[in-house]
């Protein structure tokens, strides 16, 4: 750790956050034929701490002898403050080193709220915050991760972006810097090389053009230049490497626990959800490499719970008997198994039901929306009866609590389908007094968030809903559903207006994202700080009405700012999907029915992979 820090730690919340040492942290030399990366985390150690991805990374730089990698993640609000009275410059955790002194300092862009810690991080670390600022002793700033398949507003700060899967490329990013800096490379050398790799975005070298203030496309400034980017993805999940062991920490974080991915992508096709586009198609580890990689890490950690982490883990096509595995392997050692993500059906109950044996801690399910009919057209195939079969038999197994998530704002959603919210809760309670097996009460929490249209989905030409028409859905629904047994929760309007706002986003919003950190803005995802007025401000002074960007409807046909980020999702499957969202359609997933027609698996090229059915299209 940094040696200037350590007077200060007595007078922060939380000093473990800044002390490093912790089990199985990696400390390398800093020779000066090494590559040294800065894995950069734009929230606070509790959070970055638990994210499967920054892991990942971490064990594949520091297993190279040429590259050390070493943390970073955003120093709370007490600790910067006294940081920025004694100019203590940001640094990273394993060696004390200012960030500023790295050759790569990378981000990961997992939302939009996090923006604006990016930018404070900078600040804090004494590097420029925009890449045509930096001069040739600065390091060269990346970002990747699920955000940066629109990364317009933060283009002007970062040297070079990565779409895709990180594994499939991080290597090849070594070995170019490695050599550049070898032959003493400048910073526009350097750029123009690592543009070539396939999956890596120079800013820079695209200009975009606008007409009477609407955005008409991205023009490369230079020859040779692709027009598209197309994301890195790797055909075989269980070909990546995967650490086998993971830095546990001191204090208590976020996903304090053995987190193994199972299965990447996901094919469902919600018509709402980013994640289920970008990160296509399926692919799933062979259950054989997922055991052994569970007995390295408790072994090498300590922890006793398991997480199998995916997008879905009850669609991992073996999962009964994985999880029987697990649970015979480890159960007599007092080590648990968990599955952050169920779907909804019975069998969701009966993993369930193997997993909490001894302690039913509450069961989580998505319905999304109210009704039926807008579930079709959001393409969330489940039906009521699928929502009473698992209530009734949670209940029965002796469950008592229910949490629902749902959204609202949807496309055509109407006052029936809030009602609809309130009228499950209120059938899940009965549901529960029917089929309860102990004395407990049945209690039902109700989650609500607010529809946000994302890049590269079928919803991403519809606006949100104005603030004041959010708010007043919130409200009816406190209503609706305030009765005993019924908990009732939703996520502030301002929050998703303002991630609505830069999930659409263009490069006019650097200046705003800049006024805003000025103006003290940071931290934005946590509720107490945020400062809504400070942001309209911004806005104000730089010019850009926000609901341009939030709640305006886009032209299918229209260029967009993030037409240049490709997924391998083709654009006339959105449109065909937002479509048939207009109709009330559903579209068969493409893992047991016919091809969608997406486009991925012809364009990247790639194909599902289910360890029960090899090599399945």
Same mark, same amino acid.
């Given at each position: 750790?940094?040696k200037?820090?350590?007077?200060?730690?007595?007078?922060?919340?939380?000093?473990?956050?800044?002390?490093?040492?912790?089990?199985?942290?990696?400390?390398?030399?800093?020779?000066?034929?090494?590559?040294?990366?800065?894995?950069?985390?734009?929230?606070?150690?509790?959070?970055?701490?638990?994210?499967?991805?920054?892991?990942?990374?971490?064990?594949?730089?520091?297993?190279?002898?040429?590259?050390?990698?070493?943390?970073?993640?955003?120093?709370?609000?007490?600790?910067?403050?006294?940081?920025?009275?004694?100019?203590?410059?940001?640094?990273?955790l394993?060696?004390?080193?200012?960030?500023?002194?790295?050759?790569?300092?990378?981000?990961?862009?997992?939302?939009?709220?996090?923006?604006?810690?990016?930018?404070?991080?900078?600040?804090?670390?004494?590097?420029?915050?925009?890449?045509?600022?930096?001069?040739?002793?600065?390091?060269?700033?990346?970002?990747?991760?699920?955000?940066a398949?629109?990364?317009?507003?933060?283009?002007?700060?970062?040297?070079?972006?990565?779409?895709?899967?990180?594994?499939?490329?991080?290597?090849?990013?070594?070995?170019?810097?490695?050599?550049?800096?070898?032959?003493?490379?400048?910073?526009?050398?350097?750029?123009?090389?690592?543009?070539?790799?396939?999956?890596?975005?120079?800013?820079?070298?695209?200009?975009?053009?606008?007409?009477?203030?609407?955005?008409?496309?991205?023009?490369?400034?230079?020859?040779?230049?692709?027009?598209?980017?197309?994301?890195?993805?790797?055909?075989?999940?269980?070909?990546?490497?995967?650490?086998?062991?993971?830095?546990?920490?001191?204090?208590?974080?976020?996903?304090?626990?053995?987190m193994?991915?199972?299965?990447?992508?996901?094919t469902?096709?919600?018509?709402?959800?980013?994640?289920?586009?970008?990160?296509?198609?399926?692919?799933?580890?062979?259950?054989?490499?997922?055991?052994?990689?569970?007995?390295?890490?408790?072994?090498?950690?300590?922890?006793?719970?398991?997480?199998?982490?995916?997008?879905?883990?009850?669609?991992?096509?073996?999962?009964?008997?994985?999880?029987?595995?697990?649970?015979?392997a480890?159960?007599?050692?007092?080590?648990?198994?968990?599955?952050?993500?169920?779907?909804l059906?019975?069998?969701?109950?009966?993993?369930?039901?193997?997993?909490?044996?001894?302690?039913?801690?509450?069961?989580?399910?998505?319905?999304?929306?109210?009704?039926?009919?807008?579930?079709?057209?959001?393409?969330?195939?489940?039906t009521?009866?699928?929502?009473?079969?698992?209530?009734?038999?949670?209940?029965?197994?002796?469950?008592?609590?229910?949490?629902?998530?749902?959204?609202?704002?949807?496309?055509?959603?109407?006052?029936?389908? @809030? &009602?609809?919210? #309130?009228? =499950?809760?209120? *059938?899940? $309670?009965?549901? !529960?007094?029917?089929?309860?097996?102990? +004395?407990?009460?049945?209690?039902?929490?109700?989650?609500?968030?607010?529809?946000?249209?994302?890049?590269?989905?079928?919803?991403?030409?519809?606006?949100q809903?104005?603030?004041?028409?959010?708010?007043?859905?919130?409200?009816?629904?406190q209503?609706?559903?305030?009765?005993?047994?019924?908990?009732?929760?939703?996520?502030?309007?301002?929050?998703?207006?303002?991630?609505?706002?830069?999930?659409?986003?263009?490069?006019?919003?650097?200046a705003?994202?800049?006024?805003?950190?000025?103006?003290?803005?940071?931290?934005?995802?946590?509720?107490?700080?945020?400062?809504?007025?400070?942001?309209?401000?911004?806005?104000?002074?730089?010019?850009?009405?926000?609901?341009?960007?939030?709640?305006?409807? @886009? &032209?299918?046909? #229209?260029? =967009?700012?993030? *037409?240049? $980020?490709?997924? !391998?999702?083709?654009?006339?499957?959105? +449109?065909?999907?937002?479509?048939?969202?207009?109709?009330?359609?559903?579209?068969?997933?493409?893992?047991?029915?016919?091809?969608?027609?997406c486009?991925?698996?012809?364009?990247?090229?790639?194909?599902?992979?289910?360890?029960?059915?090899?090599?399945?299209?």
């Open positions: 750790m940094d200037r820090l350590l007077p200060l730690l007595p007078l922060v919340t939380k000093p473990a956050r800044y002390t490093n040492h912790e089990l199985n942290a990696q400390h390398k030399e800093w020779s000066p034929d090494r590559v040294k990366m800065a894995l950069a985390f734009p929230d606070i150690y509790d959070v970055g701490m638990g994210h499967l991805g920054f892991k990942i990374l971490y064990a594949i730089v520091n297993g190279r002898s040429d590259a050390l990698a070493e943390r970073v993640y955003a120093p709370w609000v007490d600790m910067q403050q006294l940081m920025e009275e004694r100019a203590i410059p940001l640094s990273s394993e060696s004390g080193s200012d960030l500023a002194s790295f050759d790569l300092v990378g981000f990961t862009l997992q939302h939009e709220l996090s923006y604006t810690n990016i930018l404070k991080m900078l600040d804090l670390a004494g590097i420029p915050r925009r890449s045509s600022q930096r001069g040739e002793s600065d390091p060269l700033v990346l970002a990747g991760g699920p955000c398949f629109n990364v317009e507003p933060l283009a002007d700060f970062f040297d070079f972006v990565v779409l895709g899967e990180g594994e499939e490329v991080i290597h090849e990013i070594l070995d170019m810097v490695k050599t550049l800096k070898q032959q003493r490379a400048g910073r526009q050398e350097m750029l123009r090389e690592l543009a070539k790799l396939k999956g890596v975005y120079v800013p820079s070298f695209y200009r975009p053009v606008y007409e009477d203030g609407k955005f008409q496309g991205l023009e490369p400034l230079y020859p040779g230049i692709p027009a598209q980017i197309e994301k890195r993805v790797a055909p075989d999940l269980g070909a990546l490497p995967f650490p086998e062991d993971f830095v546990v920490p001191y204090a208590e974080v976020v996903h304090d626990r053995v193994v991915e199972i299965l990447r992508g996901c469902r096709g919600c018509r709402f959800c980013q994640a289920g586009m970008i990160y296509r198609p399926v692919r799933e580890r062979d259950p054989e490499q997922i055991k052994a990689q569970v007995e390295k890490l408790v072994q090498s950690t300590g922890y006793d719970e398991i997480s199998l982490s995916s997008l879905s883990s009850g669609d991992y096509s073996q999962i009964r008997s994985l999880v029987a595995d697990l649970i015979e480890y159960q007599g050692c007092g080590v648990t198994v968990a599955l952050p993500s169920l779907r059906d019975s069998f969701a109950v009966e993993l369930a039901q193997e997993i909490q044996k001894a302690r039913k801690t509450g069961l989580t399910f998505a319905p999304e929306a109210g009704t039926q009919r807008l579930r079709d057209v959001i393409n969330k195939n489940v009521d009866q699928d929502l009473k079969e698992v209530v009734q038999g949670a209940f029965q197994a002796g469950w008592h609590r229910i949490k629902l998530y749902f959204m609202i704002g949807l496309p055509t959603e109407t006052e029936a389908d @809030l &009602d609809g919210i #309130a009228d =499950l809760a209120r *059938s899940v $309670l009965e549901w !529960g007094r029917e089929s309860r097996t102990s +004395r407990k009460r049945p209690e039902v929490t109700v989650s609500v968030a607010s529809f946000v249209p994302k890049p590269h989905t079928p919803f991403q030409w519809m606006g809903d104005p603030l004041e028409v959010l708010t007043a859905k919130q409200e009816y629904l209503k609706r559903l305030r009765r005993p047994g019924v908990q009732f929760s939703f996520h502030q309007v301002e929050q998703s207006f303002l991630e609505a706002v830069f999930a659409r986003g263009d490069r006019r919003l650097a705003v994202l800049e006024r805003a950190v000025d103006l003290g803005c940071q931290f934005d995802s946590w509720g107490e700080q945020l400062h809504f007025d400070r942001w309209l401000q911004a806005f104000q002074e730089v010019g850009l009405d926000p609901r341009d960007y939030a709640q305006r409807w @886009l &032209d299918p046909e #229209a260029p =967009l700012p993030w *037409s240049h $980020l490709s997924p !391998g999702v083709d654009d006339e499957f959105l +449109r065909r999907e937002w479509q048939l969202a207009q109709e009330a359609v559903p579209t068969p997933d493409c893992r047991w029915d016919r091809c969608s027609r486009g991925v698996c012809f364009k990247l090229p790639v194909v599902n992979r289910l360890v029960e059915v090899a090599g399945r299209g």
